[in-house]
């Protein structure tokens, strides 16, 4: 159910084929929970108002307070009704809003918001009550999206679901109807890997899942559950007291989860809470998923809460559990898979006495490329792999290199492209030639860039150069 958003309060405070990874200014943002947003009633010259935008970093188990941020007019009076990719939801009556304000990235006095169509009424359900929601890319802006129109899906509490693409501003929402009735006990989310929409069904025995195409059908695969553990009746018995929940969630090398979470309601901190997950196995056959359960899931930790569940590589977040599953909803706490144990976090310290709930939203991290200005004396960064010969069916083993001999490629917004250099007299061989953040040629082996000078001759009101390399044309 929704959350109100702000509240303004005084405070007191060999193979040829190869791999480019060009990491030109990127910055990743660690998970983070929503608390909430304070901010003295007054105004900016530009007449929004002035907030602090206050989050839990579960890395650090601390306090993290984003101060003097610019918050919008239009999402002052509006609510929180979820999170996907970093980005924040909004909601006021039927309106909708998509704004990376929560994000410690974003520009302190300019949150991006992006305006949805208004929500239509649907004869069977309801869209009063939003769930969850769902986002198909990291980015709902349509030209910085490399995985192509970003697809928005918003689930009701209830069997309604409505889809959208905020790129394309002429089309709105697309009403479907979810074939079964689901409550509080599953998440709708994107898998990137099945380009899909994925819902558990009731029981957690069925999988529903929708394409980006919107005419077409749900799509029901089978789970069927092996290695499930052998636990005393009694504790059936007690799981099945439980408020139980079913997620699935996608890890960033795509492999997939389902996480049932077991809670005591009410919540009471000395009964912990349980959860079982089981991983996807490579033998899944068509129509069917064939799930293992499993006490081990590695380098990785999975958030669940309201916001659309996600994983993350525990290690590239120093300070997060590896091996666990971080929960917010009936619980607040961190869950150890191994030693079935639940550590409940302590109430930040430095948070306001008059925050008493806090919003049960985590926040994925949040990556920026395109908004963060190029800066010369801030060289690109370039990785290359190269395919290997012993690649077998449907998996490329990929080695990293610094030797691609007489190539040279070329990357922009065209469709990349390889040369061989000797064939073009003054190409650098062994090096890449770059046209987006950068206008240069990097060196794979020196790992420099030389950036190029403005050609001499050009006119003076030509300022921007078009973004397309051209391959070589033949006749």
Excluded at 130 to 138: H, L, R
Excluded at 306 to 335: D, Q, R, T, W
């Amino acid at each position: 159910m929704s959350q109100l958003l702000f509240r303004l309060s005084k405070l007191s405070s060999r193979n040829n084929n190869v791999l480019i990874h060009k990491n030109s200014r990127f910055l990743s943002t660690s998970p983070y929970l929503i608390l909430g947003v304070f901010g003295d009633d007054f105004r900016s010259a530009c007449g929004n108002f002035l907030s602090d935008i206050l989050l839990f970093d579960p890395a650090k188990e601390e306090l993290l307070t984003v101060r003097d941020k610019t918050v919008p007019e239009e999402l002052v009076c509006s609510q929180v009704m979820g999170a996907s990719h970093g980005w924040g939801f909004f909601s006021d009556h039927n309106s909708v809003c998509i704004s990376d304000t929560f994000s410690p990235l974003a520009s302190k006095s300019d949150s991006k918001v992006i305006t949805l169509p208004p929500i239509t009424s649907m004869i069977y359900g309801q869209t009063e009550v939003v769930w969850n929601v769902a986002m198909s890319s990291s980015s709902p802006y349509h030209q910085d999206n490399e995985e192509g129109d970003c697809v928005v899906a918003i689930k009701f509490l209830g069997n309604h679901l409505t889809m959208c693409r905020p790129g394309r501003r002429d089309l709105g929402w697309t009403n479907k109807l979810i074939p079964f009735v689901c409550f509080e006990n599953s998440n709708l989310m994107y898998s990137k890997r099945e380009q899909r929409f994925s819902l558990p069904a009731p029981g957690g025995n069925y999988l529903c899942s929708w394409d980006l195409h919107f005419e077409n059908e749900p799509k029901f695969t089978e789970l069927v559950f092996r290695n499930i553990p052998q636990f005393p009746q009694s504790e059936w018995e007690l799981m099945d007291s439980c408020f139980k929940e079913d997620h699935w969630v996608e890890s960033p090398c795509g492999q997939s989860f389902l996480v049932k979470w077991y809670s005591h309601v009410p919540s009471i901190r000395c009964k912990e809470p349980m959860v079982m997950v089981f991983r996807e196995d490579q033998d899944t056959n068509e129509g069917t998923k064939t799930m293992s359960y499993t006490e081990d899931i590695g380098d990785l930790c999975i958030f669940l809460s309201k916001s659309e569940p996600f994983c993350v590589v525990a290690s590239s977040c120093p300070g997060l559990k590896p091996n666990s599953i971080y929960l917010m909803g009936h619980s607040f706490a961190v869950y150890d898979i191994t030693t079935k144990t639940a550590r409940h976090f302590e109430r930040p310290k430095g948070l306001p006495e008059s925050l008493t709930h806090f919003l049960p939203y985590w926040l994925a991290p949040f990556s920026m490329y395109s908004h963060v200005p190029s800066i010369r004396c801030k060289e690109p960064m370039v990785m290359v792999f190269r395919e290997d010969q012993d690649t077998n069916e449907g998996t490329k083993n990929m080695s990293y290199t610094e030797d691609i001999g007489d190539l040279c490629i070329f990357l922009s917004k065209s469709e990349p492209f390889c040369l061989v250099a000797s064939s073009c007299p003054g190409l650098k061989s062994n090096s890449i030639y770059l046209m987006g953040h950068s206008f240069a040629v990097y060196d794979i082996t020196t790992k420099t860039a030389r950036h190029f000078e403005r050609p001499k001759g050009l006119p003076e009101s030509l300022t921007h150069f078009l973004p397309y390399w051209l391959a070589p044309f033949s006749m």
